[in-house]
């Protein structure tokens, strides 16, 4: 099985060029190596217009180059050697005068030469106008540096420097840092159409009351995220809650179990996978009042009437695709789970105690397929999703 974790990331090259989004390299820089990332960062004239060298010397503890001609350690040689060993060079910001520049191969600075020179992947994060992005020959440009396995990161859209709306925004520092994590993970997933739930859901009583769960989604949305980065074109379709989208993810918001099954539904004849993570409510008020109820003195029973079980559903279906089941039980965990997966007919289920995982931030589960039990041991969720779409992969079959 291809391990589905991300190549360590030892050394990055960090390319700045002149834009006002300098300033969030600051902050990229800082993230990496918080991550532990050895930063060499290479700045242009430019860019030190906007941010001074001392900044990034400060905050990565290494030396920063600006200056082709400078002679260095390397016996004049910078621009072949800050690059050899490193991991990769992020160019963040990459403005439009840069991005011109790297596709048709110029070198007349530092920078543009070492990634001319360089035998390790280039992943840009333009920033700029949204006139200047749009232009027919920033298009162009972008496109051949795609064609040319370079790596461009957003640009986000929102709020510009100069005032005006839209796509131009360099991304985030932490989405930055995640998608050049995330261009090191192993492509297991390539090609397949992966849909998931998560989230509790919310069954209402009345316009303002309703019955729920303490999922917080976070397993589900770590799922996703792991998918995303192993290649899988993704679809999440989520209960209540505030978690943000991870990145390349296509969300659907929904509220109650109905909603959750028909969105699933709807979209689970094109999918290769469909894993659930969801808490999804076993019942619901048999009758939503649309008003609301008042209080009364005597004692208030509410009848509740079964939602449709949305995995059982889907597992049954002639053509299903791969079905992974999650089973939170609060005892006999392993015995609990497995009957669970021979009624719902699971490849596979992912069993864990309820009160250890919901809503904390790592969890400890058990794989039960046809061949047995496999514990795993405990992880955060992250690295836990990880292994669980490798795991999944390598269950899929073959064709
Ligand atoms: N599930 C579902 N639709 C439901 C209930 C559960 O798709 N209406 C899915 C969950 O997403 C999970 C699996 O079924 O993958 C098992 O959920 P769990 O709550 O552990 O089991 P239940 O089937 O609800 O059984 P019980 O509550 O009796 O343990």
């Known amino acids: 099985m291809a391990d589905p974790a991300p190549a360590p990331l030892a050394r990055v090259v960090l390319g700045v060029t002149g834009g006002i989004a300098a300033y969030k390299a600051a902050e990229l820089a800082r993230l990496f190596v918080k991550a532990g990332v050895a930063v060499d960062v290479v700045m242009t004239e430019a860019a030190t217009r906007f941010v001074t060298p001392t900044t990034f010397q400060a905050l990565t503890g290494r030396p920063v180059a600006t200056d082709l001609w400078a002679s260095g350690a390397s016996n004049a040689m910078d621009h072949i050697a800050i690059s050899r060993g490193a991991d990769g060079i992020v160019v963040a910001p990459a403005s439009a005068d840069f991005l011109a520049k790297l596709a048709h191969g110029r070198a007349d600075d530092l920078l ?63 989405d ?62 989520a209960g209540p809650t505030a978690l943000a989208t991870p990145a390349g993810v296509d969300r659907v918001d929904v509220v109650s179990a109905a909603e959750m099954a028909d969105a699933v539904l709807a979209r689970v004849d094109r999918s290769h996978v469909f894993v659930a993570v969801a808490a999804v409510a076993d019942y619901r008020p048999a009758q939503v009042h649309a008003q609301k109820v008042k209080k009364k003195p005597e004692p208030m029973t509410i009848a509740l009437e079964p939602t449709v079980d949305i995995l059982a559903t889907v597992a049954a279906r002639a053509k299903a695709p791969f079905c992974v089941g999650f089973a939170a039980e609060s005892q006999d965990v392993v015995k609990l789970g497995e009957e669970k997966r021979r009624r719902k007919k699971l490849a596979m289920l992912v069993a864990n105690r309820a009160q250890d995982a919901m809503g904390a931030d790592d969890n400890e589960v058990t794989i039960l397929d046809d061949r047995g039990a496999h514990a795993l041991p405990r992880m955060d969720k992250l690295a836990l999703a990880r292994r669980l779409v490798g795991e999944i992969a390598a269950r899929l079959p073959k064709r």
């Open 112 to 174: 543009s030469t070492l990634c001319l020179a360089r035998e390790c992947p280039l992943l840009v994060a333009p920033a700029m106008n949204v006139q200047m992005w749009s232009n027919a020959a920033t298009r162009r440009n972008v496109a051949q540096l795609a064609a040319n396995g370079v790596a461009i990161l957003g640009p986000a859209s929102g709020d510009q420097a100069c005032g005006e709306i839209g796509d131009g925004r360099m991304l985030e520092a932490q």
């Open 176 to 237: 930055i840092l995640d998608a050049v994590v995330a261009s090191r993970v192993p492509k297991v997933l390539a090609g397949k159409r992966v849909l998931l739930t998560a989230g509790p859901t919310f069954e209402a009583i009345d316009p303002v009351r309703g019955i729920t769960n303490t999922s917080s989604g976070k397993m589900g949305f770590a799922l996703a995220r792991a998918a995303a980065e192993a290649g899988a074109d993704v679809t999440l379709v």
